[in-house]
């Protein structure tokens, strides 16, 4: 099959390709193609500047103005929409790469056996960012962001605060601890986009500081020692763009992913469903659950694609990606 680009934007993975096209910084490159590998959002999501340093300042529309039928001749009096100001935080998160400096010396290719030893650290990373984009709490963790789920956690609250919207959180039916929840996006500027400071390689920072002496409580020891970071951040513009459907059980015979539902939930994007930038993110369960649907060859709302080099499923030719981070023991909600 040939390979398809599902969207045209801006991520972590251009950004870093663009800027290592110029000063040939291959660490880079290596890191974002790991991010983008292990966690689908680094790959998905549009990534721009922040309008301030560690945050953007931002708004959401609270209503539109209703434009009036006008003949000839006739006046029609000017509406507004309305916005309400909200602001969203970049969190930061960093870790150090240390590896002894006389193992390093005596590898066949040294640079390559610490880059991957550093990738390790680059994926225990990219793990804890994909589960902020997901599950992070302010009220618990005041240095991160607040995720998806954090966000979106109960089923009586309407989009952007329009009594005329149709809720954007469904829930399936199970019950206790051991569910759990699809998510759909409309990815956009305007809609569902992350940010990270303007002056970074898509919120990426990697310092090789060399050859240094560590120091602890037991001795001292030749280590080569590189910093990583990442900046982050998570803004929803139109809470019309996030669907969640939640409570999903993930074994049983009841409550467990229902099409008709996902169907729902894609129609109530502001794009129906046919936009361009629309993904889905389940759990893996749940993307077992799919995939045994696909194998029906009856079943018309599956089709596979390969997308990236790899094989790809689509529902209603939506892409369908899997999230590590999804729990498949969250807590029902209501």
Known sequence: MSTTALVGKYTVSDIVNSYSSMDGNAMYVKVANVLALKCPLFRLLPI??????????????????????????????????????????????????????????????????????????????????????????????????????TRYKSS????????????????????????????????????????????????????????????SSTGRMDVYRTKIEMFFGLVVKDD??????????????????????????????????QDPNTVILVSPTVMDQMDAMAMDKLNVQYTPDEVWGGQITRFQRVPVYVAEKISEAQTAIS
């Open 156 to 215: 009586t609250v309407r989009p952007n605060g329009v009594s005329t919207t149709r809720y954007n959180v469904q829930l399936a039916g199970g019950s206790g601890s051991d569910v759990t929840s699809i998510i759909a996006l409309e990815l956009g500027p305007n809609k569902v986009y992350g940010i990270c400071p303007k002056n970074s390689r898509g919120g990426l920072n990697i310092e090789n500081k060399g050859k240094v002496t560590s120091e």
């Open 48 to 149: 721009l500047p922040s309008n301030q340093i560690m945050s953007e300042i931002t708004s959401k529309v609270l209503s539109m103005g209703t434009a009036s039928l006008r003949r000839f001749n006739e006046y029609v009096v000017p509406t507004a929409n309305h916005r309400v100001p909200s602001t969203e935080p970049i969190a930061m998160i960093q870790d150090w790469s240390e590896v002894d400096a006389s193992l390093y010396e005596i590898q066949n290719d040294k640079d390559q056996w610490r880059m991957d030893e550093d990738m390790i650290k680059v994926e225990s990373m990219t793990q804890s960012v994909e589960d902020q984009f997901l599950n992070g709490n302010i009220s618990q963790y005041p240095a991160g962001i607040n995720g998806f789920f």
């Open 240 to 273: 019309r763009c996030v669907q969640r459907i939640a409570n999903i059980e993930i074994s049983g015979s009841t409550s467990l992913f229902d099409p008709a539902q996902l169907s729902s939930a894609l129609r109530r994007l502001p794009g129906g469903g």
